[in-house]
């Protein structure tokens, strides 16, 4: 079932929108939902992804552009296209919408055609410029290039994961793609979520598939990927029917058609850290994320992995395995050995069955 977009519409609870906005709405087949009180704009705003927000500021000004500030400056809601309606006075409205963030400003005394023109240009210019995918309604590839280079030209420490789910492939295969869809869903929100409460400045996109990235200080990264990981592994079992749920694994055909035992699916996220230099370009980033990720694909259960080497050396060393997982004769907080293989391992969650 398709839902149409919705256009979030902010203004007093005794003005009503605007007829122009009201025209364009129906004629684009969208809803418009009125809200007169910021925190209900926020949370709608953060349960889901208008194909746009519209702040009335002809009642309250300063209201209406702290609004905008705090969507804007939210990397979570600031991918939302925000226009701004103000009146002709005073002088100078226009320019204050535009510096708290707003993508469009449209003044009092423009005609109805103006008006219509400037929304649609709006919103052309969001389907071109953001990218989200369909199911999760995380920021997709542009965005995910555009924080990693923000992220690269700041200079602040910062870690960058890369988050992949293992026997995805073989669960949506046995419960159907429209299970597989939840899971991806699900898995979603617990990285939105977690990122979110304990690392405000973070970010999180979809780059496809089972495939996520986050970012956030160097500072949160083993508090935020714990978090994670604990979260997966005490809800993603109950996606199963309760056989394979407490069996732990259910039995599934590979391409030569022989039975196997398929685990119950955990998570594996790959870390890369500016810790011991600065990277050049986004590309870098994402393709040592993608090195490390496979390597903690290698690992059981669910795990996170942080690389150690430099930004400048490329690939694992050839000649040099990567380091054995934390066990009994192995602290996890033990230190590893240098070189450019050299990672800090997570132990994995081994308990698999919630029963």
Do not use: W
């Not at 969507?71 to 809601?77: E, G, Q």
């Not at 204050?96 to 055609?113: M, S």
């Not at 495939?211 to 997966?232: P, R, T």
């Not at 690389?307 to 050839?318: I, K």
């Amino acid at each position: 079932m398709t839902h149409a977009p919705v256009v979030l519409y902010f203004g007093e609870a005794d003005t009503p929108p605007p007829t122009v906005l009201e025209s364009f709405v129906t004629e684009h087949g969208m809803v418009l939902v009125h809200l007169n009180e910021t925190s209900a704009v926020l949370d709608r705003a953060n349960r889901s992804f208008p194909a746009c927000l519209v702040l009335d500021a002809s009642g309250s000004v300063e209201t209406a552009l702290e609004l905008c500030r705090r969507i804007k400056a939210d990397p979570f809601t600031s991918i939302i296209p925000v226009a701004t309606f103000v009146p002709s006075v005073p002088a100078g409205l226009s320019s204050r919408g535009l510096e708290a963030g707003a993508d469009e400003v449209l003044r009092e005394g423009l005609t109805e055609r103006e008006l219509e023109l400037r929304l649609d240009l709006l919103l052309r210019r969001a389907a071109r410029d953001v990218s989200v995918h369909p199911t999760t309604r995380l920021p997709g590839t542009v965005q995910i290039e555009r924080d990693l280079a923000g992220r690269i030209a700041s200079g602040a420490p910062f870690a960058v994961c890369y988050a992949d789910l293992d026997h995805f492939k073989e669960f949506n295969d046995r419960y159907s793609y429209a299970q597989g869809d939840r899971i991806i869903l699900l898995t979603a929100r617990i990285l939105r979520d977690v990122v979110r409460a304990l690392a405000p400045d973070g970010f999180v996109g979809h780059i496809g598939g089972d495939d996520f990235i986050f970012s956030v200080g160097m500072e949160h990264v083993d508090e935020v990927c714990s978090e994670i990981l604990a979260l997966f592994d005490e809800i993603i079992p109950y996606q199963y029917s309760e056989a394979d749920r407490t069996a732990g694994y259910f039995l599934g055909q590979d391409r030569r058609g022989t039975l196997h035992r398929v685990p119950l699916m955990t998570l594996s996220i790959g870390v890369i850290t500016n810790r011991l230099g600065q990277f050049d370009h986004p590309a870098q980033l994402g393709e040592r994320a993608a090195e490390m990720k496979a390597f903690a694909k290698t690992l059981p259960g669910s795990v996170y992995v942080v690389d150690r080497r430099a930004p400048a050396s490329r690939g694992l060393a050839s000649d040099e395995s990567p380091p054995p997982a934390p066990g009994p004769d192995r602290p996890v907080d033990s230190p590893e050995p240098s070189g450019p293989g050299s990672t800090q391992t997570v132990e994995p969650n081994r308990e698999r069955n919630p029963n």
